[in-house]
């Protein structure tokens, strides 16, 4: 069968080359923020494009159980990897929101943080992926127990609801693009809500 | 009533580009120094020498949503907007209401040069060399009855020609307004160029509104009606969020916007590293207009 066979394909794919792929696009777009290539104001279009890398990241992770679920293709190998690469762009995010857009204005910051609810909220999404990013290695889930482990991880739902929010909140006007973040998003936890059934063989 | 108003860098003459570059290093220069012996307060006072964006900046850079919402696509999408034949319907309580022509227009008006600062609700700031004439003018030109308390303005709606108003982002056609006193002000201005050119459509052609002390979105861009009214008029942003976008959108660092500070802004043009700058009242031209608002809660009336 060919899902078979993708799903055989795939396992003979390493995943180190894929992290320094999904990376690539970090200084390609530093070069272009130096060269013109994002626009005249670079500072806010670099600060969106790693935003945006963020959530597209966040939601192929999210996509992983149910392509296996109700596709049958398993791409489980490669979570981890989404997970953290996820987390390293919203960081990066983060990363240039305090030192190029805020020019680490702290007392503008922390004001931000607590009375603008996009920001309160995108903040809350990071913080959300702190423990996750830190036990998304072999070690932890020995440590804490396969179902700990599984029950602390549920927070990826909880950090892509936020992220999703945290765009939809930032536009101006009726804007089409965060919507269908949006979506997408509460789609694939929708997929989730189904009851498991008995395992089945295959 | 033209040449009501001048500042430090007011040029007789509409200046070329080159000039404009040539004078930016002389005023960076003299900034340098003079910032030495002024630290503090006195580096954002009224006599500031404004440095003009880049031509590029202010052309490139825009929010004109009915060519769409991203930043580039004003100046990607507006040239399929038609601005010969450019008519301005003047109505409501004036003594010559009608449909007058952009160019009859322009031959009864004085065309000068002002610079000014621009600040966008968003946060971010030019300074930008409009050419144009004082909105007063052309409102004696039509002359506006004794009963008349407000001005409100609408831009084009051409689906045709404008991509933007496909989508329901506001709705359309983006209408401002402004009280009587607040339009008949020295500072408020018709736009009709900048750095000398014609204003390209982008930017709003052939003639948009400039209120500098106003966030950006007051400055409605390719007028076609102007409407004298004793009604405060709806205006586009304060339909689409009235907790967000009030009537007066005056420029105001204590009054944040709801979703974010207005204390700073960053100016376009810096690169990569541009450092945020404090917001000034009324964006620097308290000391013009501050009358016009004596009296009134600026928290309430934002």
């Given at each position: 069968?060919?899902?078979?066979?993708?799903?055989?394909?795939?396992?003979?794919?390493?995943?180190?080359?894929?992290?320094i792929l999904y990376l690539m696009p970090v200084p390609w777009l530093l070069y272009l923020a130096q060269t013109g290539g994002l626009g005249r104001e670079p500072i806010k279009a670099l600060e969106h494009e790693l935003g945006e890398i963020?959530?597209?990241?966040?939601?192929?992770?999210?996509?992983?159980?149910?392509?296996?679920?109700?596709?049958?293709?398993?791409?489980?190998?490669?979570?981890?990897?989404?997970?953290?690469?996820?987390?390293?762009?919203?960081?990066?995010?983060?990363?240039?929101?305090?030192?190029?857009?805020?020019?680490?204005?702290?007392?503008?910051?922390?004001?931000?943080?607590?009375?603008?609810?996009?920001?309160?909220?995108?903040?809350?999404?990071?913080?959300?992926?702190?423990?996750?990013?830190?036990?998304?290695?072999?070690?932890?889930?020995?440590?804490?127990?396969?179902?700990?482990?599984?029950?602390?991880?549920?927070?990826?739902?909880?950090?892509?609801?936020?992220?999703?929010?945290?765009?939809?909140?930032?536009?101006?006007?009726?804007?089409?693009?965060?919507?269908?973040?949006?979506?997408?998003?509460?789609?694939?936890?929708?997929?989730?809500?189904?009851?498991?059934?008995?395992?089945?063989?295959? | 009533?033209?040449?009501?108003?001048?500042?430090?860098?007011?040029?007789?003459?509409?200046?070329?580009?080159?000039?404009?570059?040539?004078?930016?290093?002389?005023?960076?220069?003299?900034?340098?120094?003079?910032?030495?012996?002024?630290?503090?307060?006195?580096?954002?006072?009224?006599?500031?020498?404004?440095?003009?964006?880049?031509?590029?900046?202010?052309?490139?850079?825009?929010?004109?949503?009915?060519?769409?919402?991203?930043?580039?696509?004003?100046?990607?999408?507006?040239?399929t907007l038609v601005t010969n034949n450019w008519t301005v319907k003047i109505d409501g309580m004036v003594d010559k209401p009608g449909e007058y022509a952009f160019e009859d227009i322009m031959k009864a008006m004085t065309i000068e040069e002002?610079?000014?600062?621009?600040?966008?609700?968003?946060?971010?700031?030019?300074?930008?060399?409009?050419?144009?004439?004082?909105?007063?003018?052309?409102?004696?030109?039509?002359?506006?009855?004794?009963?008349?308390?407000?001005?409100?303005?609408?831009?084009?709606?051409?689906?045709?020609?404008?991509?933007?108003?496909?989508?329901?982002?506001?709705d359309w056609p983006y209408v401002e307004g402004l009280r009587l006193d607040e339009a008949m002000h020295p500072l408020t201005m018709m736009a009709t160029g900048i750095y000398g050119k014609d204003i390209p459509n982008q930017n709003g052609?052939?003639?948009?509104?400039?209120?500098?002390?106003?966030?950006?979105?007051?400055?409605?861009?390719?007028?076609?009606?102007?409407?004298?009214?004793?009604?405060?008029?709806?205006?586009?942003?304060?339909?689409?969020?009235?907790?967000?976008?009030?009537?007066?959108?005056?420029?105001?660092?204590?009054?944040?916007?709801?979703?974010?500070?207005?204390?700073?802004?960053?100016?376009?043009?810096?690169?990569?590293?541009?450092?945020?700058?404090?917001?000034?009242?009324?964006?620097?031209?308290?000391?013009?207009?501050?009358?016009?608002?004596?009296?009134?809660?600026?928290?309430?009336?934002?």
């Amino acid at each position: 069968m060919i899902v078979q066979r993708i799903n055989t394909g795939l396992q003979r794919v390493p995943t180190w080359p894929l992290y320094i792929l999904y990376l690539m696009p970090v200084p390609w777009l530093l070069y272009l923020a130096q060269t013109g290539g994002l626009g005249r104001e670079p500072i806010k279009a670099l600060e969106h494009e790693l935003g945006e890398i963020a959530l597209q990241l966040l939601i192929l992770g999210l996509a992983v159980s149910p392509l296996r679920r109700y596709v049958g293709i398993n791409l489980m190998k490669f979570r981890r990897m989404l997970g953290l690469l996820t987390f390293i762009y919203v960081a990066l995010h983060l990363l240039v929101w305090v030192v190029l857009d805020m020019s680490l204005l702290w007392g503008q910051m922390w004001a931000d943080i607590w009375k603008r609810p996009y920001i309160t909220v995108g903040m809350a999404g990071f913080l959300a992926l702190i423990p996750l990013a830190i036990t998304s290695n072999n070690i932890s889930v020995r440590k804490m127990g396969a179902s700990t482990w599984r029950k602390l991880h549920k927070l990826t739902y909880l950090a892509a609801i936020l992220g999703g929010l945290h765009y939809l909140w930032l536009v101006r006007g009726i804007q089409f693009e965060p919507m269908i973040y949006m979506a997408v998003i509460l789609g694939l936890l929708a997929l989730r809500l189904h009851k498991r059934k008995a395992p089945q063989r295959v | 009533m033209a040449n009501r108003w001048t500042n430090t860098l007011k040029e007789s003459d509409v200046t070329p580009e080159a000039a404009f570059l040539n004078r930016r290093q002389i005023i960076a220069g003299a900034a340098a120094g003079l910032g030495l012996g002024s630290i503090g307060g006195a580096a954002f006072a009224k006599t500031e020498a404004l440095t003009p964006s880049d031509y590029e900046d202010i052309t490139q850079y825009n929010n004109f949503y009915e060519f769409g919402t991203g930043k580039t696509d004003p100046a990607a999408n507006a040239h399929t907007l038609v601005t010969n034949n450019w008519t301005v319907k003047i109505d409501g309580m004036v003594d010559k209401p009608g449909e007058y022509a952009f160019e009859d227009i322009m031959k009864a008006m004085t065309i000068e040069e002002r610079i000014y600062r621009f600040r966008c609700v968003e946060a971010w700031s030019m300074v930008i060399p409009w050419n144009g004439f004082e909105l007063a003018d052309m409102l004696n030109f039509a002359g506006v009855q004794s009963g008349a308390r407000y001005v409100a303005f609408e831009t084009a709606l051409r689906p045709d020609e404008m991509p933007g108003v496909r989508f329901p982002v506001l709705d359309w056609p983006y209408v401002e307004g402004l009280r009587l006193d607040e339009a008949m002000h020295p500072l408020t201005m018709m736009a009709t160029g900048i750095y000398g050119k014609d204003i390209p459509n982008q930017n709003g052609a052939p003639l948009r509104l400039v209120v500098p002390w106003k966030y950006g979105f007051k400055s409605i861009k390719s007028i076609v009606r102007v409407t004298l009214t004793d009604q405060e008029p709806p205006t586009s942003w304060n339909k689409a969020n009235g907790r967000e976008y009030g009537f007066y959108s005056n420029v105001n660092p204590e009054v944040d916007h709801p979703r974010w500070s207005q204390a700073s802004e960053r100016p376009v043009g810096g690169g990569l590293f541009t450092k945020r700058v404090p917001t000034l009242m009324m964006n620097g031209y308290a000391e013009e207009v501050a009358d016009l608002y004596a009296g009134m809660d600026l928290t309430k009336n934002y």
